[in-house]
């Protein structure tokens, strides 16, 4: 069963820095292009940044270019975004995300981690 | 940025047809998915491809469309659609649409 599980939310003050990691299972993690997509409260979804199969190439939003960083870990079948310089609009629920083969479409997604940015 | 345009909700009755459309602002060929939501979980995928049904899903869902122009279509509506319906395409860089809150009566 593929699971994805995120970790490292939580309250941040604005201009501060946090860690998401999320923990992949049940599939062979280094054949999938992998994503985090979030979703402020009550709003619609991001793609906030995507990352080839060994992490050689990478996307980022323009919300958050120059300020996130997506990374991933294959022995530990592990995705982690760096997010720094927090800005009270990157509040949202951050969601791991695989994305699918030839059509780019996210087959499986994790439940989510919140993180919110206020003093 | 590719933009996609989704009306805001739909109310429809159990039994009913659906059809919620999604347009984009510029031509994304047939990369083209669906995505549902209810409230507190995370999206699950029903379309990808513009038409091509998910793993598991009923066959009550359909999707058409190609270029700028998508409908996801339930026939028949049940209950347990009640949800918000997200279009994203991947022919661009990735974008969604602002997503179509169904209820029904």
């Known amino acids: 069963e593929v699971q994805l599980v995120e970790s490292g939310g939580g309250l941040v003050q604005p201009g501060r820095s946090m860690k998401l990691s999320c923990a992949a299972s049940g599939f062979t993690f280094s054949d999938y292009y992998m994503a985090w997509v979030r979703q402020a409260p009550k709003k619609g979804l991001e793609w906030v940044a995507s990352?080839?199969?060994?992490?050689?190439?990478?996307y980022y939003g323009d919300s958050v270019k120059g300020r996130f960083t997506i990374s991933r870990d294959n022995a530990k079948s592990t995705l982690y975004l760096q997010m720094n310089s927090l800005r009270s609009e990157d509040t949202a629920t951050y969601y791991c995300?695989?994305?699918?083969?030839?059509?780019?479409?996210?087959?499986?997604w994790g439940q989510g981690v919140m993180v919110t940015v206020s003093s | 940025d590719t933009v996609l345009t989704q009306s805001p909700a739909l109310a429809v009755s159990p039994g009913e047809r659906v059809s919620i459309s999604c347009r984009a602002s510029e031509g994304v060929n047939s990369y083209m998915h669906w995505y549902q939501q209810k409230p507190g979980q995370q999206p699950k995928l029903l379309i990808y491809?513009?038409?091509n049904l998910a793993s598991g899903v009923p066959a009550r869902f359909s999707g058409s469309g190609s270029g700028t122009d998508f409908t996801l279509t339930i026939d028949p509506v049940e209950a347990d659609d009640t949800a918000t319906y997200f279009c994203q395409q991947s022919w661009n860089d990735p974008t969604f649409g602002g997503g179509t809150k169904l209820e029904l009566k």
């Open positions: 990352i080839s199969y060994e992490g050689s190439s990478t």
């Open positions: 995300a695989r994305r699918v083969g030839s059509w780019r479409e996210v087959d499986y």
């Open positions: 491809k513009a038409s």
